[in-house]
DNA sequence: GTGAAAGCGCTAACAT
DNA sequence: ATGTTAGCGCTTTCAC
């Protein structure tokens, strides 16, 4: 930046610039075209050129470059992530099984965590800007004015795990809350539990809103009161807080659903610890997801599953589903409830 | 790709192309090198130009395009990572912070995931061709064969969290493995622990064997044997069955240091509900990079701390560092060692 | 301060 | 099957 006296065409960078198509093309004595097609897969070439190409590449080491074919397919076969509970093991998983189906399929991530709850505005716009060919938001939110202008922009916004806050039409993939949340309820009533209570996330979050209507609609349909309920963040510390107010109350709830697995697992341990509880039989703990973390021998946690394979499945549809797919799907994929040990009394 | 008789420029995609800086220099009436400057920080261009060419691409929800810029500058802005252990929290919190910092630094992250253990070559390859300014490989491998490739062509290559296995002089960035690993052997002896056993990760995994031998050194140095070990993957599972075969032993150890902490919890677990026993009075367990969880109550973990933060801004002076950064430091970031309840006799 | 023009590395017509 | 040509959207000289 201070002298840009420097001689070479390249004044901020030393390092050499890699070998261009042209470079691979001049050695093997053929023209670049060649060359480009011999990096397409159905392209029409012939073996012994393409050998000649290969041979070339190799000796120069050449890669195409992926970001010129890019600016002119128009198509960055890039996809962009935001995570916004990078806290929750849940969201690593489906990382992981994203990263793979998406590698499988020729695409790849470009990934931004945001802050817990924060707005991811920023990191949108500059995914954006990297033409990515489809946008999935893992827990994170963004403005509305934002999501009008990707859907302005025709750039697919899926939303994982959680619906847009606002009333648009959005792909999302969630897992079964409605149906999860009910079957809980049951479950919790089922093994006696009486006054159960309600630990949940943030009060605008569309998920957490979801499980406690439908958690709350079984107790009433049998007659009872609408629950103690304690919302707040998906993060641990104000989890543990709102455990402890649940657990302070006076008659104290035999049962706590709690909005997630993670939560559940703070909820617990503030039980056992803080308060001697045997869980189970002095209070029931439930939670949401099934991470792996549930059914370790230290929580054994009931939990309904969300179930990442599907998941991700639902996902890949969406992303390359091309022009005619549904980008306004609901989708909807069911888990299953696990009953462990900090649901059972006896 | 059935028909392509269509009548538009664009055969593959009926997504309308994004406006360019072409469509918003014809709106503002200004040369589309007057757009560019505009977007372009530092650049010389009258305010009240900006100012219209800002009009005009607010109204056109324009974006310019970073693929294209990339083109031309040689440079992509963009760092690639690997993560090999995608269960570990610990990369988890890493990838968060270093999210951060890099997108504060106008960087973003191709991200990959790799199957514990195996080699991440095919995704490193893919990564090189968006002409990544820099690669991360963090607890992933790569062959040696790439790694010199990388050199070649200048790619810097950051090691986290690890050190290559080859011979070869790459950057890496990694926790005080030797320091650690000593502290918490005389730890283990101060606390009164005397037949120690080692429960590591892979033995071809350098850092696995920097902990184990800075462990026996300290236990050679106070003249006792080398302890039982043994070794296997840095996953769950096969810890927990790592766990039973030491915890089976006769004489049974009174102490295990597991190679880290996601090792360490499955450790306790199998030692407290499948062999009954009291975690800190009947057998000391330390872990390594003390993860949030080490410090839950269920486990009360004892563990030298690989500090993120500092370990993430090293990472970042070798990625941003530029040309005359030595591309081959060893950064050893310390941690200290946080005394808890599985390693208290008493 | 601004526009015209060249070209980054590649793909996709269009010829042959 | 292959080469030639024309750009993709932008940055960067180079004149003015």
């Given at each position: 930046m201070k002298d840009i006296k420097d001689v070479t065409k390249l004044s901020r960078r030393t390092r050499p610039s890699p070998p261009s198509a042209h470079d691979v093309a001049r050695l093997a004595g053929v023209s670049q075209a060649a060359v480009s097609r011999a990096f397409t897969?159905?392209?029409?070439?012939?073996k012994a050129t393409r050998e000649r190409v290969m041979i070339a590449a190799d000796e120069l080491n050449y890669r195409p470059n992926l970001l010129a074919r890019s600016l002119i397919r128009g198509v960055s076969d890039l996809v962009g992530i935001v995570i916004?509970?990078?806290?929750?093991?849940f969201f690593f998983v489906a990382l992981e099984q994203l990263s793979a189906r998406l590698s499988r399929a020729g695409k790849h991530i470009l990934v931004f965590t945001a802050e817990g709850?924060?707005?991811?505005d920023v990191q949108v716009e500059d995914l954006l800007r990297y033409r990515v060919d489809a946008l999935l938001l893992m827990s994170a939110n963004i403005s509305e004015e934002l999501a009008k202008r990707c859907r302005r922009d025709d750039i697919p916004l899926i939303f994982f795990n959680r619906r847009p806050r606002?009333?648009?039409?959005f792909a999302s993939v969630t897992g079964a809350n409605a149906n999860g949340s009910a079957q809980i309820a049951h479950h919790l009533l089922e093994q006696g539990y009486r006054r159960p209570a309600y630990l949940g996330g943030p009060l605008d979050s569309p998920t957490n809103n979801e499980r406690y209507d439908a958690f709350v609609g079984v107790l009433r349909g049998e007659g009872m009161d609408e629950p103690p309920r304690v919302n707040g963040h998906f993060e641990r510390a104000p989890a543990m807080e709102a455990a402890r107010t649940l657990l302070r109350l006076?008659?104290?709830?035999?049962a706590i659903f709690c909005a997630s697995d993670f939560l559940a697992i703070a909820t617990i341990e503030v039980a056992r610890y803080e308060f001697g509880l045997d869980i189970g039989r002095d209070i029931g703990i439930v939670g949401f997801d099934d991470i792996a973390e549930a059914s370790w021998r230290s929580f054994d946690l009931t939990s309904y599953s969300q179930p990442v394979v599907p998941m991700i499945e639902a996902v890949m549809n969406l992303v390359?589903?091309?022009?005619?797919?549904?980008?306004a799907a609901q989708i909807i994929v069911d888990g299953s409830l696990q009953k462990r040990g900090s649901t059972r009394r006896g």
């Open positions: 897969p159905g392209a029409s070439i012939a916004g509970n990078t806290r929750n093991p709850g924060e707005n991811a606002w009333d648009l039409d006076d008659p104290r709830p035999d390359s589903g091309g022009d005619d797919q549904d980008m």
